[in-house]
């Protein structure tokens, strides 16, 4: 039988308990049985935690990887997603579709717990939905989530609180960072889905994005992360659709067909007085998409990096 998404997930993040100590990670368990790993909250984490909640992330339907790159001729790590189940991957599992919101604490949920959860309108559109016996979803958050965060998602998805594992860190953290870094595939299938572009033509995928500095707050995290994928990421995309129905959604998918398009996302928000919802959605996916056609074999490029926001984001400048 094949094992659902969150079965998949549960066995990366009980590898990454069983190495926490290699991992410079934290699991506990609250009072009700449920797992929390601490991520990059009051452990330092690292690169290769990072790596591995990527993996989660993604379920496990998705490699990631370190490699060497460079931006503006200073050298910066690639972090590098390809998969061959991008749908399942991304949007099913490693969107931050699931606001998780209880008193005081607030953070975006992502992985697999949102595909046993089901309840956002993406779930009509893309496969994916599942009943699994256990649940794992990632949390970006400055807070460790505590019994009340874990018994209320158990009580969401109608589970235990012992089959629910939670891992969590902040942005500005080596993993926290690597994780939001490791989106740039999803933000694209995501742009795509606003665009109504049918997710099951996308056959496979892969997309890579500038590890950026970590920065020394939440806000300042933000902003580089989101540079990272907006002026760096580069996705590649095989499909299966019209020769027309590409050439007509493709100059829409990079961020450059955004008005907001061209400055660091620091100044962005602050030009929206640090409000979301006010700055372009259309902003929000890579940098660069280019389409491989398998039903006809032609091939399109849309949009371009910019190296010089990237350098004025990640680099002091100053000396």
Known sequence: MTPSLNERAQRLADHMAATAAALRI????????ARIIDCGIKTPGGL??????????LSGQAEVALAPGEVAGVACPQVQVTSDAPVLACMASQYAGWQISV??????GSGPMRAAYGK???FSDIPGKEQAPVAVGCLETRKLPDDAIADYIAQALGLPANKITLLAAPAASIAGTLQVVARSLETA????HELKFDLNQVVSGMGSAPLPPVAKDELGAIGRTNDAILYGGRVVLWVRAEDDQIAQVGPQVPASASSDYGAPFAAIFERYHQDFYKIDPMLFSPAEVVFHNLASGRAWAFGRILPEV????????SA
């Open 189 to 192: 299938l995501h742009k795509l």
């Open 120 to 122: 956002e309108e993406l």
């Open 310 to 317: 990237l350098h004025r984001s990640f680099f002091d400048t």
């Open 103 to 108: 008193g005081k604490f607030f953070a975006m």
């Open 26 to 33: 934290q699991g506990h368990t609250t009072a009700a049985g």
């Open 48 to 57: 290769q935690a990072g790596l591995g909640l990527a993996r989660v992330c």
